[in-house]
């Protein structure tokens, strides 16, 4: 046995034995045996003869480790314990320490790539908070890899930020019915906790364009029509007026869609001018609705501002859609059932 340094109880010997530090007087176990050299914390720096007994309780005694437990389980992948005689843990304890070793090995796993880390912990909860399909999720991580991978440097950039620009491309992809607003996926993840600005996301996006979306059109109002009639026909005002009308909503979307296809294919490219496409297809329902109540003889399930506060966008802007552009070309519109 090898004599260290007196314990800091009783002041009486102490000795190391089976792999711990033990005081012979009263039998305080001080700490396990220190194989490697490391810096002492401050409160150990002033004890006697130089010991390297070190106090589990304290903060920093292993500075080159980041994250995790703080202390050492076993090897990686390896999920069988014992004691420190060799003999075999119960199996409540097997249990026990199998979950705290697979935290361990997360840990050490991502050493070295935390914030990608926590980017991609990011996209699961917004992704999950947005109902996105796991395709999005896989295409958004795949963005976010090449971007980090052209060491690009944005003013103001941050890795979250870049996820965020990330998701809004996979989700204009792939999916026309999800949130597609910027606005919408940087309030997603301000609800997690991060701070993370639409203006922001728009800089980086001018940044990452050419590189991660090269040959990518503008939308057009069609690609923001199935994610506002979902908001529409869901509303609880327009479900009230349709069961005051006897009207079944999946029949109404039916007829409202076949209206709409038919006044935007009467409308070019060129006559939409430079309009916010996501307020021309709010315009268009309006405008669709308006051309079924004349047709059949009814009172408008909605108005302006009631779809204005559905879809998030002024009232004004409506009007002035519908009475510049929309107006002429609903009008004595046929050819739907």
Do not use: W
């Amino acid at each position: 046995m090898i004599e260290l340094a007196r314990c800091k109880e009783c002041g009486g010997d102490t000795v190391f034995s089976c792999g711990e530090i033990v005081c012979t007087n009263c039998g305080l176990v001080l700490a396990e045996s220190v194989t490697f050299d490391t810096d002492l914390p401050c409160s150990q720096k002033y004890s006697p003869a130089g010991s390297k007994v070190l106090d589990h309780a304290e903060i920093g005694s292993q500075p080159y480790f980041v994250g995790g437990l703080g202390a050492y389980i076993g090897f990686d992948r390896s999920f069988y314990f014992r004691d420190r005689r060799g003999k075999p843990l119960p199996v409540e304890s097997q249990r026990l320490y199998a979950h705290l070793k697979a935290a361990y090995d997360r840990q050490n796993r991502f050493r070295g790539y935390e914030t990608t880390y926590r980017c991609f912990c990011a996209l699961n909860r917004v992704a999950e908070s947005l109902r996105l399909p796991r395709t999005i999720r896989r295409r958004a991580a795949y963005l976010f890899r090449k971007a980090i991978a052209s060491q690009r440097t944005v003013e103001r950039e941050t890795s979250l930020v870049l996820m965020g620009y990330c998701m809004l491309l996979a989700i204009r992809e792939f999916d026309r019915t999800a949130p597609s607003k910027i606005k919408d996926i940087a309030a997603a993840f301000q609800k997690i906790g991060h701070r993370v600005k639409p203006k922001t996301i728009a800089r980086v996006g001018s940044e990452y364009r050419d590189l991660l979306t090269p040959r990518q059109g503008p939308l057009r109002s069609e690609d923001y029509m199935g994610r506002i009639l979902d908001r529409v026909v869901s509303d609880k005002r327009v479900l009230e007026e349709l069961r005051r009308l006897s009207m079944n909503p999946f029949e109404y979307r039916k007829d409202i869609t076949q209206v709409i296809v038919s006044i935007l294919s009467r409308i070019k490219t060129p006559e939409r001018g430079g309009r916010n496409p996501y307020v021309f297809a709010a315009s268009t329902i309006y405008a669709a609705e308006a051309n079924l109540a004349k047709q059949t003889s009814r009172r408008q399930i909605f108005t302006q501002r009631i779809i204005a506060e559905i879809v998030g966008v002024a009232e004004y802007s409506i009007r002035e859609h519908f009475c510049s552009v929309l107006k002429r070309y609903s009008r004595d519109l046929h050819g739907y059932e």
